[in-house]
């Protein structure tokens, strides 16, 4: 069974210096930024029902700035990199009419949209020596920006 989702391709590099250990890059293949979570689908044909209709999205661009710990500083274990005020709104916005144009036919798995772009990983514990190391690698993030053109969804 396939998982599926409605995203960004995102092949953020600008923030892979701070990857601290004991995280690991997300390859820039997989990296994207979620923007409707739609979970398994059992068959194929179901996914039809499920795919937005063709939304017609100008070209616009996001700004990233800093990292941040998901899915909580208590329990980090992805440090993903955080888009600006400006570009969150713009995400709300586009999320809000992919879900519009899937008229219910799916419902997204989470309530809160958090935008992000998740860039490392660990299956570390967390620890008191996780948390500073994340600790450290944010404060040093918070000067490094970067931005993404965006073209189309998947």
Same mark, same amino acid.
């Given at each position: 069974m396939s998982t599926y989702f409605v995203g960004i391709f995102a092949p953020l590099k600008g923030f892979d210096k701070l990857i601290p250990n $004991?995280?690991?890059? *997300? $390859?820039?293949?997989?990296r994207h930024l979620t923007l409707v979570y739609l979970g398994s689908i059992k068959h194929l044909g179901? &996914?039809?029902s499920f795919l937005p209709c063709s939304i017609p999205i100008p070209k616009f661009k996001l #700004?990233? /700035?800093? @990292?941040? $710990?998901?899915?909580s500083m208590a329990k980090p274990r992805y440090l993903a990199a955080k888009p600006d005020k400006a570009s969150t709104?713009?995400?709300?916005? #586009? /999320?809000? /009419? @992919?879900?519009?144009? #899937?008229?219910?036919?799916? *419902?997204?798995?989470?309530? &809160?949209f958090r935008p992000h772009v998740s860039i490392a990983y660990t299956r570390a514990k967390p620890s008191l020596d996780l948390i500073r190391c994340v600790r450290r690698a944010i404060k040093e !993030?918070? !000067?490094?920006?970067? !931005?993404?053109? *965006?073209?189309?969804i998947l």
């Amino acid at each position: 069974m396939s998982t599926y989702f409605v995203g960004i391709f995102a092949p953020l590099k600008g923030f892979d210096k701070l990857i601290p250990n $004991p995280y690991e890059p *997300v $390859p820039l293949e997989d990296r994207h930024l979620t923007l409707v979570y739609l979970g398994s689908i059992k068959h194929l044909g179901d &996914t039809k029902s499920f795919l937005p209709c063709s939304i017609p999205i100008p070209k616009f661009k996001l #700004l990233f /700035r800093g @990292i941040e $710990p998901y899915p909580s500083m208590a329990k980090p274990r992805y440090l993903a990199a955080k888009p600006d005020k400006a570009s969150t709104k713009q995400l709300y916005d #586009l /999320r809000m /009419r @992919i879900l519009g144009c #899937l008229k219910g036919a799916a *419902v997204d798995k989470y309530e &809160t949209f958090r935008p992000h772009v998740s860039i490392a990983y660990t299956r570390a514990k967390p620890s008191l020596d996780l948390i500073r190391c994340v600790r450290r690698a944010i404060k040093e !993030s918070e !000067s490094i920006e970067e !931005s993404l053109v *965006v073209e189309k969804i998947l």
